[in-house]
């Protein structure tokens, strides 16, 4: 993510309705942990969701390319550092838990990605990640990120079984907001998801996310995807 991209999430974070369901959803799955360990938060940004990792007793650190992400994690109180998610500056089997939210799709090479996080995920270790789904909606919303793909299901399996990890779980998210957000990206050339929201848009959308999550719909097609898997060991 480039540093106005950044800057942006940085001032949104709190409040948008997507960083706020992410972390609810990150949330959600420390809860599966009776015991926190040490965890690894890779493209971090500004640290958003360390902070969460913190909040649950995990001792957190924070690894991004961008040094202003860096600077801004460190200045919320987060141990982050500057790193390359392809040659991550960190030592090996080292890590109980491992998070890679909406990162590999930014990256060309995301096996070597993948890979590196087996590398420093300790046998046992668990890793948590989202990417976006189905290139059916790739837009312009896509380019102004920076990603160079979105995943199907298969592809995000396939990736992490290369890597050799075991898949627990895979899970779509945004399947109500799906058919909105399709026609919205592809009518506009520069519709930005990263724009200050109206609050009632904003609450529109937060409560269409939580009813999300009581419906049996998680196979469903998506705008994005969530996976966990684990080392083995």
């Known amino acids: 993510m480039d540093t106005i991209e950044l800057q942006r999430v940085a001032r949104i974070e709190n409040d948008n309705w997507w960083y706020r369901e992410r972390r609810a959803i990150l949330s959600r799955e420390l809860l599966r942990y009776s015991v926190p360990?040490?965890?690894?938060?890779?493209?971090?940004?500004?640290?958003?969701?360390?902070?969460?990792?913190?909040?649950?007793?995990?001792?957190?650190?924070?690894?991004?390319?961008?040094?202003?992400a860096v600077a801004l994690a460190r200045?919320?109180?987060?141990?982050?550092?500057e790193g390359d998610a392809r040659y991550l500056p960190l030592p090996s089997e080292r890590y109980d838990m491992a998070l890679a939210m909406d990162v590999l799709e930014h990256i060309e090479d995301d096996a070597r990605a993948a890979a590196e996080i087996t590398r420093v995920l300790r046998p046992g270790g668990t890793v948590l990640?989202?990417?976006?789904?189905?290139?059916?909606?790739?837009?312009?919303?896509?380019?102004?990120?920076?990603?160079?793909?979105?995943?199907?299901?298969?592809?995000?399996?396939?990736?992490?079984?290369?890597?050799?990890?075991?898949?627990?779980?895979?899970?779509?998210?945004?399947?109500?907001?799906?058919?909105p957000l399709r026609l919205l990206r592809h009518r506009s050339a520069h519709y930005e998801?990263?724009?200050?929201?109206?609050?009632?848009?904003?609450?529109?959308l937060r409560l269409a996310a939580a009813l999300e999550r009581r419906l049996p719909i998680a196979t469903w097609?998506?705008?994005?995807?969530?996976?966990?898997?684990?080392?083995?060991?």
Not at 37 to 65: C, F, M, P, R, Y
Not at 221 to 233: I, K, N, Q, S, V
Request: charged content about 20%; proline content about 6%.
């Open 37 to 68: 360990g040490d965890a690894v938060d890779i493209g971090a940004g500004a640290g958003g969701n360390s902070k969460e990792l913190a909040a649950h007793g995990w001792q957190a650190t924070a690894i991004d390319l961008n040094p202003v």
């Open 75 to 81: 200045a919320h109180g987060v141990e982050a550092y």
């Open 129 to 179: 990640l989202s990417v976006p789904c189905d290139m059916a909606l790739w837009s312009a919303h896509d380019v102004s990120l920076g990603r160079v793909r979105r995943y199907t299901r298969r592809a995000l399996v396939d990736l992490l079984d290369g890597a050799g990890l075991l898949l627990d779980r895979v899970w779509s998210r945004g399947v109500l907001l799906r058919p």
């Open 193 to 204: 998801d990263l724009a200050p929201l109206h609050p009632f848009t904003n609450e529109a």
């Open 221 to 233: 097609p998506g705008t994005c995807l969530f996976a966990r898997a684990h080392r083995p060991g």
